[in-house]
């Protein structure tokens, strides 16, 4: 099945200093692949995609993502960490064998941006 | 376009009650999907509908009914309240690519 996962459980980032969450992939056939962020006490809400095109996606709030065929990964990333970027990060799939949009999540970063 | 919405915001339920997660879109999508989210867990599919009358079982269905009589609403059931069903629950719409998902609703089963 299609699967994405997230090493790891939280990522501490100093304000100022870049962000990168990590994201790996596994799929068959061509990945459409996506970084969504979770507030405290709300609905996910998309950032970014990865579709065709170029490996370096730019997305909402100053994110952008690296897709890496050979590495099979699609890392999230910002150059300078705000405290307001503190919330959960999960990256998806789309899960084309079970058909009709739907997403195959990982299990969420949490991400703490210290001031 | 206020996107989707979900009542109740929270909810306490004793084990073995019933009751009915309420969804509704304004922007007139097919795709609506419920999804459960237990913390270090990621999000689990439990129901989705491509278009009105028609629904499909997700990855965790078990205890859970849906409908979709319309393209605006897509009600979750849970029939028997179990302790394994505490969690919260989202809803959320798409046409293409993105999901747009609502607030969601905080369940306690005791």
């Known amino acids: 099945a299609q699967s994405v996962a997230q090493p790891e459980d939280q990522v501490n980032v100093a304000e100022g200093n870049p962000l990168t969450v990590k994201c790996t992939y596994s799929?068959?056939?061509?990945?459409?692949l996506f970084w969504y962020v979770q507030y405290p006490n709300r609905g996910l809400q998309f950032l970014l995609k990865?579709?065709?095109?170029?490996?370096l996606v730019k997305g909402s709030y100053g994110f952008e993502a690296e897709f890496n065929k050979s590495q099979t990964s699609f890392h999230l990333k910002k150059p300078s960490a705000l405290v307001s970027d503190s919330a959960l990060y999960f990256c998806?799939?789309?899960?084309?064998?079970?058909?009709?949009?739907?997403?195959?999540f990982g299990k969420g970063n949490q991400v703490v941006v210290i001031p | 376009n206020a996107g989707v919405t979900q009542t109740p915001k929270f909810r306490i339920l004793k084990i073995g009650q019933s009751m009915t997660l309420q969804c509704t879109q304004d922007?007139?999508?097919?795709?609506m999907y419920w999804y459960r989210q237990d913390p270090g867990m990621g999000l689990k599919l439990i129901y989705y509908?491509?278009?009105?009358?028609?629904?499909d079982k997700g990855e965790v269905p078990n205890g859970y009914n849906v409908s979709r009589s319309t393209t605006e609403d897509f009600p979750l059931r849970l029939e028997l309240a179990a302790p394994s069903q505490t969690s919260v629950y989202f809803c959320?719409?798409?046409?293409?690519?993105?999901?747009?998902f609502g607030p969601g609703t905080r369940l306690t089963v005791l």
């Open positions: 998806a799939v789309r899960d084309y064998r079970r058909g009709n949009n739907r997403l195959a």
């Open positions: 799929v068959s056939g061509n990945p459409y």
């Open positions: 990865y579709i065709t095109g170029d490996n």
């Open positions: 922007m007139n999508h097919n795709y």
């Open positions: 509908s491509v278009g009105a009358g028609i629904t």
């Open positions: 959320a719409e798409g046409a293409g690519d993105e999901q747009f």
